[in-house]
């Protein structure tokens, strides 16, 4: 990938930015992240557009929360997003060839996470409660920071999207259309735990009940 191709912060700016000063975090943000949206949505055109372009942000706001971990001695910070934008999108790929079924099967555990709160035991039996409980405990530990919080929030029963926005806004995320990128991060949730309960030898759908 050449990165010539991208206008580049300033040294001064990367070093402001590895530091953590906001003033620099927002500045190389408003330079680097519309490139590079441009850019992913250019070279995965056979992933959904809107899926490509939230990923990125999400990639983006994990950067710039974990801005000491970039080393600018090292690569250009164009480099350092890009290849943990590839990896994500190489996920995001595998799920897309079940899109079909994952978006009809996400829409109904969607509902059922927000229809039946995680301490509600009078439809579930004690075994299944407890396998339940182990295995949201466990899963929790390969989820993303907001997607934790996504969860604690779905498990509640909670329905109120402005909860989910906030969360988002919280954890870094730039949202021009708030409801789609909510709507896409639950989608990659579900399929996640689907992939979590599936190698668990599980099925999402039965801890659900």
């Not at 490139?35 to 950067?63: C, G």
């Not at 021009?176 to 668990?200: F, H």
Request: hydrophobic share 40%.
């Amino acid at each position: 990938m050449d990165n010539s191709v991208f206008n580049q912060p300033t040294p001064e700016q990367l070093n402001a930015f590895v530091v953590g000063d906001p003033i620099a975090i927002n500045e190389v943000v408003e330079l680097l992240l519309p490139q590079i949206v441009r850019w992913s949505i250019k070279q995965y055109r056979n992933l959904p557009q809107d899926e490509v372009e939230s990923m990125t942000h999400q990639v983006f706001a994990e950067v710039c929360i974990n801005h000491a971990r970039y080393e600018p001695h090292k690569a250009k910070l164009t480099t350092f997003v890009i290849r943990l934008l590839k990896l994500r999108l190489a996920d995001l790929y595998q799920d897309v060839t079940e899109i079909s079924r994952a978006e009809d099967s996400s829409l109904d555990i969607s509902e059922k996470l927000l229809k039946k709160p995680y301490n509600t035991t009078d439809t579930l039996d004690s075994e299944t409660h407890l396998v339940r409980e182990a295995f949201f405990r466990e899963a929790v530990l390969f989820l993303d920071p907001h997607e934790q919080d996504f969860l604690e929030m779905m498990l509640k029963g909670e329905k109120r999207q402005e909860i989910f926005v906030d969360i988002l806004t919280r954890h870094g995320y730039q949202m021009p259309d708030p409801d789609r990128v909510v709507k896409n991060v639950k989608e990659r949730l579900i399929r996640r735990l689907r992939s979590l309960a599936d190698d668990a030898g599980y099925s999402l759908q039965d801890l659900l009940g």
